[in-house]
T-cell receptor, first 116, second 112 residues
Framework: DGGITQSPKYLFRKEGQNVTLSCEQNLNHDAMYWYRQDPGQGLRLIYY???????QKGDIAEGYSVSREKKESFPLTVTSAQKNPTAFYLC???????????????FGSGTRLTVV | DAKTTQPNSMESNEEEPVHLPCNHS???????IHWYRQLPSQGPEYVIH???SNVNNRMASLAIAEDRKSSTLILHRATLRDAAVYYCILRGVLNNFNKFYFGSGTKLNVKP
């Protein structure tokens, strides 16, 4: 079955370390997204990519970096510059804007990152 | 970004209908109305979407006001598995296409 796989499900990071969260999709979707969710809050957009080798900052990109070398993969690196990284991170994908606006997002099951 | 307003929480009894409201007074003519729901510690899942006409699918119905400034998600018979946070989201064609704005949503509690 097609879908989005995020790994790991739980991740612990020491202060000052960079960590990379994996996101892989086999839906043949062009666009991919990273969101952050804090307890009791909605989702906030970190980065998004509409095509391979291209990505744009979302609303809270500071302290994060991404790459899009393959259509299927959109890893997120949480750097030591991110002052409050403890959160639930969600990856999503969708078809690209010039095809249809009727499609929504497909989300992964998330990675819970905790700074220890 | 066009934004939505939803009640923080609602409660329903099992097997009764639930009407979840959403206000979107700044909606533009090309914005689609999407609904997602999120179970605890999971990613949101798509529920339904529409533009102007009411929509039905196997999960729910979406009723859209004639002026499109509000909409209502209808769960015809709530089950315990429907307990989740429900997000009402506008998806634009132009500038805001990639920015699904997720507010804090409505937390639905279903009582047995």
């Amino acid at each position: 079955d097609g879908g989005i796989t995020q790994s790991p499900k739980y991740l612990f990071r020491k202060e000052g370390q960079n960590v990379t969260l994996s996101c892989e999709q086999n839906l043949n979707h062009d666009a991919m997204y990273w969101y952050r969710q804090d307890p009791g809050q909605g989702l906030r957009l970190i980065y998004y990519s509409q095509i391979v080798n291209d990505f744009q900052k979302g609303d809270i990109a500071e302290g994060y970096s991404v790459s899009r070398e393959k259509k299927e993969s959109f890893p997120l690196t949480v750097t030591s510059a991110q002052k409050n990284p403890t959160a639930f991170y969600l990856c999503a994908s969708s078809v690209r804007r010039d095809r249809t606006v009727n499609y929504g997002y497909t989300f992964g099951s998330g990675t819970r990152l905790t700074v220890v | 970004d066009a934004k939505t307003t939803q009640p923080n929480s609602m409660e329903s009894n099992e097997e009764e209908p639930v009407h979840l409201p959403c206000n979107h007074s700044t909606i533009s003519g090309t914005d689609y109305i999407h609904w997602y729901r999120q179970l605890p510690s999971q990613g949101p899942e798509y529920v339904i979407h529409g533009l102007t006409s009411n929509v039905n699918n196997r999960m729910a119905s979406l009723a859209i006001a004639e002026d499109r400034k509000s909409s209502t998600l209808i769960l015809h018979r709530a089950t315990l598995r429907d307990a989740a946070v429900y997000y009402c989201i506008l998806r634009g064609v132009l500038n805001n296409f990639n920015k699904f704005y997720f507010g804090s949503g409505t937390k639905l509690n279903v009582k047995p």
